[in-house]
């Protein structure tokens, strides 16, 4: 037998390489075949019911690390639901109508003016299909668990149905109405847009000074004097109806260069630089009021242009009067609605001027800024060109620049019950605090929601037109509708002409002929998801409604978020989730967003190749996702190494209670020694805050307290000692079985409150923990902290206890340093203490070798004066000397009873092995050890 053999070394087939991306698949089989979601919830059944609503992504293309971010931070809060007390379901979901699915499938070849419009839907439901099958995989190679097989989706019929119900409840509240105000509309995509679906750009404009001359100046201002504004859209000119002036503002009649100008008296100044005038005279001032109604002539139309007053009128820039096209601008529309203003829109659904814009007619919007300034210089209006960067918006899936433009739309009247949504805002857990007040404000400013759309994969608008062209939406015909579409989806209103989609025997005073239309715009996809809390929370057994949360990217505010809470309040009055948890942008490292041509972007798939899904997983734990997160290779890497730690500090510790039962092993605590008795204690505060930090959603919270335990508590001191009993000690005895006590409730409890994290690393440690009953980890219940009486006494003492120990390894430091000792069992320490530090040492020392918690070999205090050569640390002083004695080779400590056992045998052990070995190996003591 060798020495080593006589040695308790902690041995498991538990590897130290994790080899993930070749384990972690075989486990989601294995959680598949055993049905390991379904068997959680059936065992939850009875209990509270928690539910997180899924706010479906957009089934196009692979999955990317934002899309991993939210799914498995979901799916952290899911699993830790689960095993905290709680029945929580997640059935996932995905949004599958809208334009991409028809660019991609224009990009196809596939034309769709050309097409059948069933046919053409059709395809767009199976490529939708095909990326919902592609994002599943990928998001179950996440360790994601969650009722895959019965997802819900917006093109499913029975969603269809429910949407439609939604929007006839809203139609009977008197919500939704038929209008020509001016909306975003996208050239690019021919169709109208939500405000959720704009996004800023910086682009260079023109910005131009225009003289309109005077037809009518009510006998208040000379009749030659010329109104001039300031405009950043030259090609809203041709639209022009109107100029506002503010009823409360100083203008001025300014005379230069032989000609008479109208402008703010307060931005005469300005104006005057920038038209570079050198001599002028005010010749006049008048308030704005009286310039009410006066009308001068187009710049180069035969029409005439309206001055009205209007009060949002600003002196921020410009010329104080301000160029009305109520076809293009909402302020325009709004202000000029009392002045029974027309609507004039000269552009087409592709961005190009019609006949009603003579001269421009068939020129694009944005190359009819360059004619309409010709024209204006034609006809002596233009006083000032120049061009500058400003922010416009764009559309947010072609990236070009959208116009505001009047057609007729459906919309949704926010006016009627705003003040009801932003009660409900209030009512709200905004788990980020200023997720309310941006959703506030959006609520509070937003105008009404156009909620139709001008393209063909969406579900329909549920209305029909007699005769004469009256809308007909009633109870009735959207009932009627709904469960034409639960049964055929909504493929059926492409399918049927429109007295085959009204209910049997419908009639309508104003069709006499009984002849009737159909609507053919769609709906505003934020209306398909925004009605998920209907067609999915209302309509699966196991769901509620309202949802205990909603989790989605911090673009949802003014998406998900808002589209959810205006139709559920619109139809219910309240808001369709309680709290609402939000989280920032991924970006690469050097904190830019990812895009194709930077070449910067990270898929999930590769993290999981290379590393795994539980380092994706531990990264997610680590960063604050409140906010914008960065990520790289890298930085993965970097996680990686993290994980290697948790790894093999777990593993230490299975691999050191491979020999203990529990249920016979097991010490009570009161028998426990004072630093088992600290670290259960720490076990107990990391339960606790891990708890605390899970119920907050924070999970950044949950990785630091996991790991700081792990490696400063465990790793840096408790286990660091730990060898040199549990190898040391013989197998049954008390002082090993002690720290196996503390080591195995660790183990167990650390590997509970890991699940939601990395479940494929515990639910592998739970297989070496045959003793727990449960068949996978994550059917376990979350520990709770055990009660200890006087743990606020014993955290004291050994908190200082600690802060004592860290200044004697600055002492072994120095000596090491020093060349007095190598390795620090090498040491002898001796302690020149203050009376603070002498009756805590004494206190430590009643149970504990104090040489064994410093891993030294030799440790005494002295009332003596410290030599010169002791480390000073505040009001005591450290000595290291080099300890007496040989090295014993089975413990490695310096001991002057080596060499000195009379069994010649044992001449290389101290006593206390020798009498360990004699023992457990009464063998060795006649025939002695093997060379080594």
């Known amino acids: ?69 939210n799914k498995i931070s979901k799916d952290m809060i899911i699993r830790y639901k689960n095993m905290a007390g709680f029945r929580a379901p997640y059935v996932p979901g995905w949004d599958t109508h809208g334009l991409p699915i028809e660019q991609v499938l224009t990009k196809q070849g596939v034309k769709r003016k050309e097409l059948d419009r069933a046919d053409y839907l059709r395809l767009c439901r199976d490529y939708a299909l095909s990326q919902v099958a592609i994002q599943r995989k990928g998001f179950k190679s996440l360790g994601v668990l969650g009722d895959w097989e019965q997802p819900y989706m917006t093109l499913q019929p029975e969603f269809e149905a429910a949407q439609i119900r939604v929007f006839g409840k809203m139609a009977e509240n008197g919500y939704i109405y038929k209008g020509a105000k001016p909306i975003y509309w996208s050239p690019s995509s021919e169709s109208s847009l939500a405000e959720a679906e704009i996004e800023y750009e910086d682009v260079r404009s023109a910005s131009i000074f225009v003289a309109f001359k005077a037809t009518d100046t009510k006998g208040i201002l000379p009749e030659d004097v010329e109104f001039v504004i300031w405009t950043t859209t030259p090609w809203t000119i041709p639209s022009n109806l109107g100029i506002f002036a503010h009823p409360d503002y100083d203008y001025v009649v300014v005379a230069v260069n032989g000609r008479k100008f109208v402008i703010a008296s307060e931005l005469l100044h300005a104006v005057a630089e920038k038209l570079a005038w050198e001599n002028y005279d005010v010749i006049q001032t008048v308030k704005g009021a009286e310039l009410d109604l006066m009308t001068a002539k187009h710049p180069f139309y035969d029409r005439e242009t309206l001055v009205m007053n209007a009060e949002y009128v600003t002196l921020d820039s410009g010329t104080g009067l301000v160029h009305v096209a109520p076809g293009h601008g909402e302020d325009d529309y709004i202000f000029s609605r009392k002045y029974k203003l027309g609507v004039l829109s000269p552009i087409d659904n592709r961005g190009y001027y019609t006949n009603e814009a003579p001269g421009l007619e068939g020129l694009f919007y944005d190359e009819g800024n360059k004619k309409v300034t010709e024209l204006l210089e034609e006809n002596d209006a233009l006083l000032k060109l120049e061009f500058f960067t400003h922010s416009y918006p764009h559309d947010w899936r072609t990236k070009k620049p959208v116009i505001y433009r009047a057609t007729p739309q459906w919309f949704a009247s926010i006016d009627k019950f705003r003040e009801n949504i932003l009660s409900e805002v209030e009512k709200v857990d905004w788990i980020v605090p200023w997720g309310k007040t941006r959703l506030y404000n959006m609520i509070r400013d937003r105008g009404d929601w156009v909620i139709s759309r001008q393209r063909a994969w969406g579900v329909p608008l549920p209305i029909f037109y007699a005769e004469d062209g009256t809308a007909i939406i009633t109870p009735e015909t959207t009932a009627h509708v709904a469960e034409l579409f639960a049964e055929n989806g909504s493929v059926i209103w492409w399918e049927r002409e429109a007295k085959d989609l009204l209910p049997t025997g419908f009639t309508h005073p104003s069709s006499p002929n009984g002849a009737f239309t159909k609507e053919t715009d769609i709906m505003d996809v934020w209306f398909d998801s925004g009605s998920s809390w209907h067609g999915v929370l209302n309509q699966r057994e196991e769901l509620t409604y309202p949802a205990d949360l909603y989790l989605e990217g911090s673009d949802q505010y003014r998406g998900w978020f808002n589209s959810s809470i205006t139709t559920s309040v619109a139809v219910n009055g309240i808001a369709p989730y309680k709290a609402v948890l939000s989280q920032g942008f991924v970006q690469d490292a050097k904190g830019r967003k990812f895009s194709k041509s930077l070449g910067n972007g990270i898929a999930p798939k590769d993290v999981t190749k290379q590393y795994g899904a539980d380092i994706l997983r531990l990264w997610v734990a680590s960063v604050d996702s409140t906010s914008d997160v960065r990520v790289s290779m890298d930085l993965i890497g970097q996680t990686s190494e993290s994980y290697r730690k948790i790894r093999n500090t777990l593993r230490f510790l299975i691999a050191n209670t491979s020999d203990f039962d529990k249920s016979k092993d097991t010490i009570a605590f009161a028998d426990l020694h004072g630093s088992d008795k600290y670290l259960l204690i720490r076990l107990n505060q990391v339960v606790t805050s891990v708890r605390e930090a899970y119920d907050r959603y924070n999970f950044m919270e949950v990785y630091r307290t996991i790991f700081n335990f792990l490696t400063n508590d465990l790793s840096a001191f408790y286990l660091d000692f730990a060898k040199d009993i549990v190898y040391i000690e013989s197998e049954n005895s008390f002082a090993r079985r002690r720290m196996q006590t503390v080591m195995y409730e660790i183990l167990v409890k650390l590997t509970k409150l890991l699940v939601p994290i990395v479940p494929h690393t515990a639910e592998e440690i ?37 802060d004592f120990r860290a200044g004697v390894l600055k002492a072994l430091e120095v000596a090491r340093e020093d060349k007095v000792i190598g390795k620090s069992l090498e040491a002898s320490v001796t302690v020149y203490p203050d009376e603070v530090t002498k009756v805590l040492i004494a206190s430590i020392a009643e149970q504990e070798d104090v040489a064994t918690l410093l891993i030294v070999s030799e440790f005494a205090i002295s009332d003596e004066i410290a030599p010169e ?41 101290c006593d206390h092995c020798a009498t360990i070995v004699s023992a457990e190996f009464p063998e060795v003591a006649t025939t002695g050890f093997e060379e080594k």
């Open 1 to 69: 037998m060798k020495i080593k053999e006589t040695l308790n070394l902690g041995k498991t087939a538990f590897p130290m390489r994790a080899g993930l991306p070749n384990k972690e698949p075989l486990m989601q089989e294995a959680w598949d075949k055993a049905n390991l979601y379904a068997y959680r919830l059936k065992e939850n059944e009875g209990k509270p019911s928690f539910v997180l609503h899924d706010g479906p992504p957009y089934a196009n293309g692979d999955i990317h690390v934002g899309h991993a971010l």
């Open 766 to 802: 739970w297989t070496y923990l045959e003793q727990e009953e449960e068949a996978y980890a994550y059917l376990a219940e979350m520990p709770n902290a055990t009660v200890i009486a006087d743990a606020d006494e014993i955290l004291d003492l050994w908190s200082a206890f600690l």
């Open 869 to 909: 050569e002791a480390v000073k640390l505040d009001e005591i002083a450290i000595k290291v000397a080099h300890a007496h004695g040989e090295v014993c080779q089975r413990c490695r400590r310096l001991d002057n009873t080596v060499g000195a056992n009379a069994n010649p045998h044992f001449a290389e052990l």
